[in-house]
Nanobody, 125 residues
Framework: QVQLVESGGGLVQAGGSLRLSCAAS????????MGWFRQAPGKEREFVAG????????AYADSVKGRFTISRDNAKNSVYLQMNSLKPEDTAVYYC??????????????????WGQGTQVTVSP
């Protein structure tokens, strides 16, 4: 059974940092793209960042460029999201996503086959 488990969320003041982790089990994703999405109350789930299989290519939503960094460790079957200079508008549940086939980075939720349960990130003013 495939599982993606996020961790690292929490409450932080504006300007602070958090590092999210996502550990995958049940199959290896070392050759497939992975991503981070987020969903705020009353809003649709949106793309935050994506990374290709090797980590050599990444993509970011305009709203987080220059502040967030996605990375992966294929030996640990894990993906990470370093979030710096956090803003109140970054408050959301953050989800890890993985694709089960080879592909490029894409920002559509339907492109990804596996999802974690989410971790809450709350940024206070």
């Amino acid at each position: 059974q495939v599982q993606l488990v996020e961790s690292g969320g929490g409450l932080v003041q504006a300007g602070g940092s958090l590092r999210l982790s996502c550990a995958a089990s049940g199959r290896t994703f070392s050759t497939y793209p992975m991503g981070w999405f987020r969903q705020a109350p009353g809003k649709e789930r949106e793309f935050v960042a994506g990374i290709n299989w090797s980590g050599g290519s990444t993509a970011y939503a305009d709203s987080v460029k220059g502040r967030f960094t996605i990375s992966r460790d294929n030996a640990k079957n894990s993906v990470y999201l370093q979030m710096n200079s956090l803003k109140p508008e970054d408050t959301a549940v953050y989800y890890c996503a993985a694709r089960r086939n080879w592909g490029i980075i894409r920002n559509e939720t339907l492109y990804y086959d596996y999802w974690g349960q989410g971790t809450q990130v709350t940024v206070s003013p």
